[in-house]
């Protein structure tokens, strides 16, 4: 049930992250100066005079409140667990989505920059805190398929967005705003469930048993029972293995926010592919690293089930895969002007890139279960603070050229080699082990045992 919950918020979340990036080709018009006014008269709905830097820096701020909030997220997913923290951002996240496409009528693009700050700030907190409801739950030989199903949330929204995106954008009555709608009543219904349905630790389950328990606590690593730990910052801070883990995250991040902000604008001004089908030839992709992301889990939980390869060597060759040959097929993606060629080999590039799933996005909890949500933090944090740089790159080096393919040559090798680099450091300092501070601040104490002998009877008396 975790993982169902735990892939449902992910959707939500990516179905909001996306949203203004893929929608904001329908509610910004194109070539406009930047002395011209800021909005233009309606039909149903609005559609705005926004130059380019505009929607750079209304983009900008979602990550800029993403990635300033990513550590005390994580610090929060230590100290109260996953559920909490994410129930609060679902909320904050449908409210605002719901009221977004009326704040630039009242605020101007200011007043939506803020509110994609907000979403930024809230939405920090899914990945680690579902890292740390993971770590608690997910028992090592199911550890890739677990955590593959729940990631896949990512892309399964993403899927989601494309394609609502494109066919409201082809509607005169709804439009745009309607995308932000949708995504604000799914942000609430989502709420609901993982409510309802989630739990941040097997024994908050109501509906475990004795036996489930002890299976998901066979391996000792986890704190199943909630214990107070002081995060070990100096040991995680000083661990080769971490920042290993940390410079591939980033190297993935960035080719992967390259794809996700910036391929429909470079699929309608050099390939020209009209909005509609955009949204199809734009999913596909995703469509891709979804199933072999599932693929990738069962590998992963079949060659460590069989002892074909160690954790290390697992996690370093799903990581190559899913780093090296997606930066070599997204660099061959700029050079070719035939759509079905370049769709191609951008589903060959998210497909594969599906491998970083089993491996460096899961050696967190490789290292240390018991703080998988802060190097989660720490790791996403870094990687957002240098995907940043992408939005930048693309200004300074494409500017207003949009249509100019040697230029975007030059964004897609810079990013390209960044994947392949960052790949060889993680290769380098991967561990597979669990680390001794794990154990940071461990005291014996009874509540274990007294916890156990409860759901025993519980279990008992059901039978």
């Known amino acids: 049930m975790v993982a169902i919950t735990g892939h449902s918020v992910l959707t939500e979340d990516n179905h909001s992250k996306v949203n203004l990036s893929k929608s904001h080709a329908e509610f910004v018009m194109k070539n406009v100066s930047i002395h011209e006014p800021g909005d233009v008269g309606w039909s149903v709905y609005r559609i705005y005079k926004w130059h380019k830097p505009t929607q750079e820096m209304i983009i900008f701020s979602f990550f800029v409140g993403y990635t300033s909030m990513m550590i005390p997220m994580g610090l929060m997913a230590q100290k109260f667990g996953g559920k909490r923290p994410i129930m609060v951002a679902l909320l904050v996240n449908g409210i605002i989505s719901i009221i977004s496409p009326w704040v630039p009528i009242f605020a101007g693009w200011v007043g939506l920059s803020v509110c994609r700050l907000l979403q930024g700030m809230t939405q920090a907190a899914f990945y680690p805190c579902i890292h740390t ?27 989601l967005i494309f394609q609502i995106s494109g066919l409201f954008a082809g509607s005169p009555s709804l439009g745009w705003p309607a995308t932000f709608w949708l995504c604000g009543v799914l942000s609430l ?10 739990a941040a630790t097997p024994h908050e389950d109501a509906t475990i048993t004795s036996e489930e328990l002890a299976y998901i606590m066979e391996d000792g690593n986890a704190d199943v029972f909630p214990k107070k730990r002081s995060t070990p910052w100096k040991h995680i ?65 079949f060659a460590v089930n069989r002892r074909i390869m160690s954790i290390a060597n697992i996690r370093r060759t799903a990581n190559t895969i ?57 790791g996403n944090m870094v990687a957002n ?51 001794p501070w794990n154990f940071y601040g461990e005291q014996e104490t009874d509540i274990e045992k007294e916890e156990m002998k409860v759901l025993e009877k519980k279990n008992n008396a059901k039978t």
């Open 189 to 198: 219904v989502m709420l609901g469930l993982f409510s309802w349905l989630g």
């Open 385 to 435: 603070l240098v995907s940043l740089l992408v939005p930048v790159i693309v200004s300074n080096i494409v500017k207003d050229d949009m249509k100019n393919q040697h230029k975007w040559q030059v964004v897609f090798m810079i990013i390209g080699g960044f994947q392949f680099l960052t790949n060889a450091i993680f290769v380098i300092f991967v561990k597979g082990t669990v680390q």
């Open 322 to 378: 899913g780093m090296v040959l997606s930066g070599i097929f997204l660099i061959a993606f700029s050079f070719v002007n035939s759509t079905l060629l370049a769709v191609v080999l951008l589903i060959l590039s998210l497909g594969v890139h599906s491998g970083v799933h089993v491996g460096f996005h899961i050696n967190q909890i490789d290292l240390a279960p018991n703080f998988a949500g802060p190097i989660m933090a720490l």
């Open 133 to 159: 409801m993971l770590a608690k739950w997910a028992p090592l030989n199911e550890r890739g398929r677990l955590s593959t199903y729940v990631y896949t949330g990512s892309q399964f929204g993403t899927i």
């Open 237 to 301: 801070l000083t661990s080769t293995a971490v920042w290993g883990l940390v410079a591939t995250h980033a190297g993935s991040a960035a080719g992967y926010l390259l794809v996700l902000t910036q391929i429909p604008t470079y699929m309608n001004e050099v390939l020209g592919v009209d909005i509609k089908r955009n949204g199809l030839y734009s999913s596909m992709p995703y469509i891709a690293m979804y199933i072999m992301a599932i693929v990738f889990g069962f590998l992963s939980d």
